[in-house]
């Protein structure tokens, strides 16, 4: 995983995390009292989720960490805390141990898209790429229309030079969500580089339209026409 995937931590997480969507999904849980836990008087395992997921926006994932352990310690059944660990070490760049984390939360709520996605980012960014796959294709198991798996999969399918199974996976994860700039730009790059410069001109079109001050839209834009 490098700079391409362009998809920043966060922007799923606090619906998942939130105490609406909390008790949406968990509207019974009883909050066991932990000795070993120093918590605000009345505090509950969604008020804690809820600080984690505070910490995470700030990008303090030390202590975004340090909070979804306690929410663990907490609820060591619920895959809440567990997702927010998960996004705190890949935010640390500990991806192993965010591996960890993200397999958890497959074993608790296997319908979980957004788990088995960045399950296959760790994996990925490890340089685990056939146990990546089986991730990617796991959430689009669940959600065969989850875009950023396409996405993702589409960048690590990028890096072992499988470009034709990378493109369709960037042109499907902008069919089903053709906001997403990225998946523009990376098909009209891998277009470019099989040769076929007219199919690139209308990718990076689209990336530009979509993201006119984005430099390295124009730049591929531009070498399309070369």
Known sequence: MNFLSAVSLGT??????????????????EVRPQEVIQLAQGQSYSDVLDTGVEQLNSRDYEAALAT????ISMEPDQFQ????KGEALYG??????????????TELKPDLAYAWGWLGNSLDVTNRL?????AYQQALTVDPNYAKAYYH????????????DALADFQRAAELKPDMTMAW??????????ERPGEALTALDQAVELAPDFAKAWFFRANSLA
Do not use: K
């Open 130 to 134: 056939q146990d990546a796959l089986v």
């Open 153 to 164: 999969r589409g960048i690590a399918l990028n890096g072992a030079e499988r470009y034709g």
């Open 185 to 194: 730009l990376m098909a009209g790059r891998l277009l470019i580089g099989l």
């Open 81 to 84: 805390g567990w997702l927010g």
């Open 12 to 29: 799923v997480l606090p619906i998942l995390l939130s105490t609406a969507a909390l008790a949406a999904v968990e509207p019974a849980i």
């Open 68 to 71: 979804f352990e306690t929410a």
């Open 92 to 105: 640390l760049r500990r991806y192993g141990d965010a591996g960890t984390a993200y397999r958890r939360v």
